[in-house]
């Protein structure tokens, strides 16, 4: 992976600072000296050992933009998507499995058709453009909700007022990514449940004489619901990297909007450093739901 | 002996095709689907291609900023151009690149997934680790690394989402490739001395064929997505303007705080419908390349 990772950035993009001035009248020495203080003057094996020692290291480079480090860039970045991205994947995998479970219990009626037609069209939208309709009707016409970033500008409050201030400005992009994900949710709990429907069990359950709720959560719901474990975790390796255009529109100081500000530049170390943690979250989350998924279901133990 | 096969061959489409016609989930993708070809194929005749140029807009005399009612049909944007035209010719980008793209991600799956399946062994191990590397890979970050040292370019957006994308595609066929080998018609023919380049041309794909057409389809949506985010976060190509593009100028030049929904409304709906039509069309052939779905569906 970091093997990767390094070969990547380097091998394609030949000279970085050249790109990152193109076009402005930068003295040919000033570039120099640049290239020498980001240490792309060395050879490529040099700069590969260089790298290696200081990922062990946590020392990701130097942004080309913010002139920061990257880790600490990144680090400050962390936790307005965890809360963002947390609180949608949350709500979507709760809304989700929950449209989900009724639309396949009460199958080819009215309310199955609107649930699955309904979550298919926001499935079907870039998120990013439902977060574009979503800010222009609710912040910009109805002037109802902030129209970005994650405090209101020159607030002094602390404590209390402030988290109220900041849960406000995360209600329409928490909204636009938890519609985007619902789809997902629904359409596999759904034919999770299809499948459990038709088994044996449930039937011995009606046979004796179960009220139908009962069958529904007891019986029939904690079966079909391990596909839907795993995608969770599946997910949430995904979601700290998934909100990059959303948090883009609504200006939110998050990872994603990081990676957009770097794709502009490029700004390659904070670019390369943003990749390194995307991966380790999705190796990380796919342990995660694998141990969860063995514990839940003995079945698939040792496998 | 290949006539029996056509006319085999020709049944299996024609008995395919009745099956598609009774789905009105099929139908109205696929009719959605055919108005926005046309379209784009029609582009010339339907706007006048000088008209997504800022310079020919201005002596044109355009107003800015114009909405529907001012500048028929859908208004202008900051640098004057008509959003109609715009529209129409993204459609060519969008699709273009998402059928592309889709074809690459198909051949790759397919080629690994087949040689996978039916050679085995160490190549199937090799190739499998392979695929498992890449499905760990974040999709979207990996696409937004490789096209931002890539370069802003069509050719390089296809490449992107191709490379990225196929893993679950030769996850898929290779599983299909599995069940099939089992089968006593390939037993049978390499008893009778088949090569196995005979078996897989003349066994193995036209019974994974389905699959992969079905599995194709519902990638279209896939590819499309990716261009438009890809697009938006400023790596589309600017000689080219798809939808993504399209909605990328209009976030970038404040269309939002203006309230110009003219602007960004058409490229958006236009993607939805796209993307709808072919999930709709890929889950009425999923049903029917394998019909155990299709119950309480």
Known sequence: MLVFNFFLFRVVQTDPIGSLFRGRNVPAETLDNLRASFGLDQSIGTQFVFYLRETAQLNLGISYQSRQPVWDEIVSAIPPTLALVGVAAILSAVIGTAAGIVAAWRRNTWKDHSITSGTMIFYSMPDFWLGMILLVGFAVVLGWFPVGGIVTAGSTETGIERLLDQLYHMFLPALTLTLAYLGEYTLVTRSSLLDVMGEDYLTVARAKGLRDVRVRNRHAVPNALLPVVTLTAINFGFVLSGAIAVEAVFSWPGLGKATADAIRGPDLPMLQGLFLLFSAAVIVFNLIADLTYSWLDPRVEGA | ?297
């Open chain 2, 1 to 297: 002996m290949s006539t029996l096969a056509m006319q085999r061959r020709r049944a299996t489409a024609g008995r395919v095709w009745t099956q598609f016609r009774s789905s009105r989930q099929g139908m109205i993708g696929l009719g959605v689907l055919l108005l926005f070809v046309l379209m784009a194929l029609a582009a010339p005749l339907l706007a006048d291609a000088r008209e997504l140029s800022p310079v020919f807009a201005r002596a044109q005399g355009n107003p800015q900023w114009a909405s529907p009612g001012e500048f028929s049909p859908l208004g202008t944007d900051h640098i004057r151009r008509s959003v109609w035209a715009q529209f129409v010719w993204g459609s060519r980008v969008s699709i273009f690149v998402g059928l592309a793209a889709t074809v690459l991600t198909i051949a790759i799956g397919s080629v690994v997934g087949i040689v996978s399946g039916f050679v085995g062994g160490r190549v199937d191990a090799v190739l499998m680790r392979l695929t498992e590397w890449f499905l760990v890979i974040p999709f979207l970050p990996l696409a937004i690394v490789l096209a931002s040292v890539l370069g802003r370019n069509v050719w390089n957006i296809i490449f992107v989402i191709g490379i990225t994308s196929w893993p679950s595609t030769a996850r898929l066929i290779r599983a299909q490739v599995l069940t099939v080998k089992q089968r006593l018609f390939v037993d049978r023919a390499r008893s009778l001395g088949a090569s196995g380049g005979h078996i897989v041309s003349h066994h193995i794909l036209p019974n994974v064929m389905g699959l992969i057409l079905a599995n194709a389809t519902l990638a279209v949506p896939i590819s499309i997505l990716t261009e438009t985010t890809l697009s938006f976060l400023g790596l589309g190509d600017p000689s080219a303007a798809s939808w993504g593009k399209t909605l990328e100028e209009a976030f970038v030049n404040g269309a939002m705080t203006r309230n110009a929904w003219w602007y960004f409304l058409p490229a958006g709906l236009g993607i939805l419908a796209v993307v709808l039509a072919f999930t709709l069309i890929g889950r009425t052939l999923e049903e029917i390349a394998n019909p155990r779905l299709s119950r309480g569906r």
